[in-house]
Nanobody, 119 residues
């Protein structure tokens, strides 16, 4: 099992930046693909970004492409999400998720960190 703890959320002004971190632990953490999802008030959870264990395959939702960057530091068992040019519509709870590379769905989730962008 993988345990995930997000941090770095907060209140920022539109156009500003924020970096989210997700610390992973557990016996399978080193062999996990990682992803970021978010849930805005009154909306369903949506995909934001994903990165493979090796860091070689990266994907983004069209709504954040060009503004957000996902990365990871395997030595620290941590994945990051850099949020730039933030918009009020980016306001949501951001969740870190993990899965085995051979699996389709994400099996492990953190508790989330709140990102609020003021206009």
């Amino acid at each position: 099992q993988v345990q995930l703890v997000e941090s770095g959320g907060g209140l920022v002004q539109a156009g500003g930046s924020l970096r989210l971190s997700c610390a992973a632990s557990g016996r399978t953490a080193s062999s996990s693909d990682m992803g970021w999802f978010r849930r805005a008030p009154g909306k369903a959870r949506e995909f934001v970004a994903a990165i493979r264990r090796s860091g070689g395959t990266i994907s983004y939702a069209s709504s954040v492409k060009g503004r957000f960057t996902i990365s990871r530091d395997n030595a620290k068992n941590t994945v990051y999400l850099q949020l730039n040019s933030l918009k009020p519509e980016d306001t949501a709870v951001y969740y870190c998720a993990a899965k085995r590379s051979v699996d389709v769905t994400y099996d492990y989730w953190g508790q989330g960190t709140q990102v609020t962008v003021s206009s």
